[in-house]
């Protein structure tokens, strides 16, 4: 059984930079592609990031150039850099598994296999 677990979150000003971590236990996830999704209230969840098992990366048109996704392998962990944070980015920021040598692709179009619980993003202006 995989779990995830998101940590970083917090309440930043406009224009401030945070870095979310998700660790993963229960197995290696290391042919699995990794991403980062987000919800605000009211809203469906979408596709804010994600990072192949070959290290290719794809990004919203929302948060490109502003995030960076990356993994560290050794440490089954993905990562979310994000700077220049705006109010609308303010969110509940959930880590996600594919299954198993799934592209990015097939991710988006299919929906993860497993979820974090979320960490919470407030961007105030």
């Known amino acids: 059984q995989v779990q995830l677990v998101e940590s970083g979150g917090g309440l930043v000003q406009r224009g401030s930079s945070l870095r979310l971590s998700c660790a993963a236990s229960?197995?290696?996830?290391?042919?699995?592609?990794m991403a980062w999704y987000r919800q605000t209230p009211g809203l469906e969840r979408e596709f804010v990031a994600a990072v192949h098992w070959t290290e290719s990366t794809y990004y919203a048109d929302s948060v490109k150039g502003r995030f960076t996704i990356s993994r560290d392998k050794a440490k089954n962990s993905v990562y979310l850099q994000m700077n220049n944070l705006l109010p609308e980015d303010t969110a509940v920021y959930y880590c996600a598994a594919s299954a198993p040598l799934s592209s990015i692709s097939a991710m988006i179009s299919g929906g993860p296999q497993t979820w974090g619980q979320g960490t919470q993003v407030t961007v105030s202006s």
């Open positions: 229960g197995r290696s996830l290391n042919s699995n592609t």
